[in-house]
């Protein structure tokens, strides 16, 4: 178990529909991160989060958005769904923002769009 | 831009041989290296971390060397065992507080009895 939390565990929803899924980090961890896998194409970096700011931003479509809040846990929104969509997406967590820091995953949330 | 390779192919070995996993990175000069395993459906998991300026490290059956001239790193698993089957992830990472996390596609590696 590494701490970190993700739910839902599965979502499925249909295209052009909005949905959250939300990530708690580890105890004491104030960097968030969200990565997207699809079969294809690896885990893709979407966006990371430090202390409640914005610090770097990968290949996330408008159509999504993110943040972190006061307690650090923090929402991924996505919008307008599309079937290439449909993918597991992870949160990671670490101490800070030193890149010897490891990652901590969070179990990820499995999200079909039909 | 920035490229990380790891064979796509999968890898398949007999039990109690030494599996070796390889990194290969393009246009960047990382800092540090970190390996990650990832069983299917779930999140990867942190295994070592190689800064640039060790050649080796090593942890328990795990070894992980880093050639920073040949841009590349190994990551070698001795006396494989079954439960050693999953995919091997590798990501070089910058120095500094702000980067980009970028990890490899990984490689599958299959323990056979």
């Known amino acids: 178990d590494s701490g970190v939390t993700q739910t839902p565990k599965h979502l499925i929803t249909a295209t052009g529909q909005r949905v959250t899924l939300r990530c708690s980090p580890r105890?004491?961890?104030?960097?968030v991160y969200w990565y997207q896998q699809s079969l294809d194409q690896g885990l893709q970096f979407l966006i990371q989060?430090?202390?409640?700011?914005?610090?770097a931003k990968g290949n996330i479509l408008e159509r999504f958005s993110a943040q972190q809040f006061p307690d650090l846990h923090s929402e991924l929104n996505l919008s307008s769904l599309e079937l290439g969509d449909s993918a597991l997406y992870f949160c990671?967590?670490?101490?800070?923002?030193?890149?010897?820091?490891?990652?901590?995953f969070g179990p990820g949330t499995r999200l079909t769009v039909t | 831009s920035q490229k990380i390779e790891q064979n796509s192919e999968a890898l398949n070995i007999q039990e109690g041989k030494t599996a070796t996993l390889t990194c290969n990175y393009t246009?960047?000069?990382?800092?540090?290296l970190q390996w990650y395993r990832q069983d299917p459906g779930r999140g990867p998991v942190f295994l070592l971390l190689?800064?640039?300026?060790?050649k080796e490290k090593r942890k328990e059956r795990l070894k992980v060397t880093f050639d920073t001239t040949l841009k590349q790193s190994l990551f070698h698993i001795t006396a494989s065992q079954p439960a050693d089957s999953a995919t091997y992830l590798c990501?070089?990472?910058?120095?500094?507080?702000?980067?980009?996390?970028?990890f490899g596609r990984g490689t599958s590696l299959i323990v056979h009895p």
């Open positions: 990671a967590s670490s101490p800070g923002l030193a890149a010897s820091y490891e990652q901590y």
């Open positions: 105890s004491g961890d104030l960097s």
């Open positions: 989060y430090y202390n409640g700011e914005e610090r």
């Open positions: 246009n960047y000069s990382p800092a540090y």
């Open positions: 190689i800064r640039e300026n060790e």
């Open positions: 990501a070089p990472k910058g120095s500094g507080g702000s980067y980009i996390p970028t």
